[in-house]
């Protein structure tokens, strides 16, 4: 059974830092992992995304050069280090993954429904 598992989230103040974690179990293969989030009153977004065959790395304007996406294939892992957090950050973030390829220009579009699994996602507040 295919298990996304989210951890490494809470509350930061501004300009600080989380590791998020997602943990990938059960026998897929993927193809890609990524991270989508929702803040409240705010539609839900896209913002990092791994392929993980080749290690093409995708982010949203919003997050790039302050969010860095990672794998450790070994351990099954995918981890999103965040830095320079913002209120604006704010939300639940969700892990999603596929085994399918997934186009370059739809790993983080829309709501996410490109992706066949996700976990139940990890809350980050950023304080002001």
């Known amino acids: 059974q295919v298990q996304l598992v989210e951890s490494g989230g809470g509350l930061v103040q501004a300009g600080g830092s989380l590791r998020l974690s997602c943990a990938a179990s059960?026998?897929?293969?993927?193809?890609?992992i990524g991270w989508f989030r929702q803040g409240p009153g705010k539609e839900r977004e896209g913002i990092s995304c791994?392929?993980?065959?080749?290690?093409?790395?995708y982010y949203a304007d919003s997050v790039k050069g302050r969010f860095t996406i990672s794998q450790d294939t070994a351990k099954n892992m995918v981890y999103l280090q965040m830095n320079n957090l913002t209120p604006e950050d704010t939300a639940v973030y969700y892990c999603?993954?596929?085994?399918?390829?997934?186009?370059?220009?739809?790993?983080?579009?829309?709501?996410?429904?490109?992706?066949?699994?996700w976990g139940r996602g990890t809350q980050v507040t950023v304080s002001s």
């Open positions: 791994i392929f993980l065959r080749d290690g093409r790395t």
């Open positions: 999603v993954a596929d085994q399918s390829p997934i186009p370059p220009q739809y790993t983080l579009s829309g709501n996410g429904l490109q992706y066949n699994y």
């Open positions: 059960g026998s897929a293969d993927y193809f890609a």
